[in-house]
Nanobody, 120 residues
Framework: QLVESGGGLVQAGDSLRLSCATVGRTFSRYAMGWFRQAPGKEREFLGFIRWTSGIISYADSVKGRFTISRDNAKNTGYLQMNSLQPADTAVYYC???????????????WGQGTQVTVSS
């Protein structure tokens, strides 16, 4: 089970860090991905981290502004978001996969989602 935390209401230009904790077991999948879904839009891939190697891939839309990391000892992944803008308002999800992939259909364990709202 993946449990997310860290969402909230912030102002434009602020930063937030989201956490995704693995509950009850060690994170044993190949990768943890991050996605978001804004109202009325399709879910958008943001990036993923290969859990063992720590190698990260980002979507071009967030490269340079968002940073993915993980703490093996805590079985927790993180999404650091900087310079947030109203367009970043969405529900943010973490997910686990056995693949090296940006395809959300190959992620089969999902967190509950956490709302991020950015006011102008």
């Amino acid at each position: 089970q993946l449990v997310e935390s860290g969402g909230g209401l912030v102002q434009a230009g602020d930063s937030l860090r989201l956490s995704c904790a693995t509950v009850g077991r060690t994170f044993s999948r190949y990768a943890m991905g991050w996605f978001r879904q804004a109202p009325g839009k399709e879910r958008e891939f943001l990036g993923f981290i290969r859990w063992t190697s720590g190698i990260i891939s980002y979507a071009d839309s967030v490269k340079g502004r968002f940073t993915i990391s993980r703490d093996n000892a805590k079985n927790t992944g993180y999404l650091q978001m900087n310079s947030l803008q109203p367009a970043d308002t969405a529900v943010y999800y973490c997910a686990a996969t056995s693949w090296s992939t940006t395809d959300e259909r190959k992620y089969d364990m999902w967190g509950q989602g956490t709302q991020v709202t950015v006011s102008s």
